[in-house]
């Protein structure tokens, strides 16, 4: 299994806690995070725009230095991006706000 394989295998930011399968599902593209609070989660970002996924996120987060703030995630300019399915990108943890 490669390491897209094994991203897959991994829960999908906002999936409810108690859902059976909160992992990612064939049909649809995710953006892994990696580093800070939601390290190893999975963003679905099917159907944005490149431009969406340049700009980075701001994501609600429980668990970052704000609780109740967000946690940003950005991608690296010189990492290239797959198109498609599965996982596309890698979005890095660059800090919190309120």
Do not use: K
């Amino acid at each position: 299994m490669n390491g897209d394989e094994q991203l897959l295998n991994g829960r999908v930011y906002g999936a409810d806690h108690d859902d059976p399968h909160p992992g990612p599902l064939p049909h649809r593209t995710y953006a892994a995070l990696v580093g800070g609070p939601l390290d190893g989660l999975l963003l679905d970002i099917h159907g944005w725009r490149a431009e969406d996924i340049d700009d980075g996120v701001a994501l609600p987060t429980e668990l970052g230095q704000f609780p109740g703030g967000r946690s940003l995630y950005d991608p690296r300019p010189d990492e290239p991006r797959t198109p498609g399915q599965g996982v596309s990108c890698r979005l890095y943890y660059s800090g919190d706000t309120p």
